[in-house]
């Protein structure tokens, strides 16, 4: 085989293995952090929220955020108004992030 060519197929080959390489690391980057832009505040007045959380649900699966991120998320982008009221009703299981949102 001509050298060129021999010389060509190794490089492509050490391409190729340095690519899976950074495919890897990158999976493992969107696993641990939310990726996923901001999502609207609740507003009641708009929608119920079980419709807000079908959407917010539906957002987060487009950027494949875990489950422990999305309760994260959810709780920092649902509006003061929400997050007071999730508070009051499940009080020091709130504050352990042991809220039904799964």
């Given at each position: 085989?001509?050298?060129?060519?021999?010389?060509?197929?190794?490089?492509m080959q050490k391409q190729q293995e340095q690519f899976q390489t950074l495919l890897a690391s990158l999976q493992g980057l969107s696993n641990t952090e939310t990726s996923a832009p901001k999502f609207d505040t609740f507003d009641k007045s708009a929608e119920r929220w079980e419709q807000y959380y079908q959407r917010f649900v539906h957002h987060l699966d487009v950027y494949n955020v875990s489950?422990?991120?999305k309760?994260?998320?959810c709780l920092s982008?649902?509006?003061?108004?929400?997050?007071?009221?999730?508070?009051?009703?499940?009080g020091d299981v709130?504050?352990?992030?042991?809220?039904p949102l799964d």
């Open positions: 085989m001509d050298p060129n060519v021999q010389a060509l197929i190794s490089a489950s422990d991120e309760r994260r998320a982008w649902v509006g003061p108004e929400t997050y007071d009221l999730l508070q009051n009703l499940f709130f504050c352990h992030r042991r809220i």
